[in-house]
């Protein structure tokens, strides 16, 4: 059975890790981390992940510029992405991620069944 590939791009490597070892050990996802934004979309491209988890806040480029570059590429556009943030609360995202400021958002930190909801709740 293949596995669903998810692409995690955060500068924090507890959360990188946590974030992999958690759906990995499911059987069901295959997690690829990334700690660049600038980096997001040759990233996207190669491994061709079915949803995006991306931090807000990142040392080289925002979250918010990152989101943009993978919208504006043909490769990567109709990837879902969801911002994974310190930067909104639970109760503003809800259990499963809802949209804040037009976006899909879940709030660190995030249990692994949040994020399995959340995968299943954008991927088509």
Do not use: W
């Not at 507890?14 to 990233?43: H, M, P, R, W």
């Not at 949209?99 to 692994?112: D, E, Q, S, W, Y």
């Amino acid at each position: 059975m293949e596995r669903t590939r998810i692409l995690v791009i955060d500068d924090e490597d507890a959360i990188d890790q946590l974030v992999k070892l958690n759906l990995e050990e499911t059987g069901e996802y295959s997690v690829e981390n990334l700690a660049s934004g600038l980096q997001a979309v040759e990233k996207a491209i190669e491994f061709k992940p079915a949803l995006i988890f991306l931090d807000l806040v990142m040392p080289d480029i925002d979250g918010g510029a990152v989101y943009n570059l993978l919208k504006e590429n043909n490769q990567t556009k109709d990837i879902p992405v969801v911002f994974l943030t310190a930067m909104v609360t639970e109760e503003e995202t809800g259990e499963s991620g809802n949209i804040v400021g037009g976006h899909p958002m879940l709030a660190k930190p995030v249990t692994t069944k949040k994020l399995i909801e959340c995968i299943k709740k954008y991927i088509k």
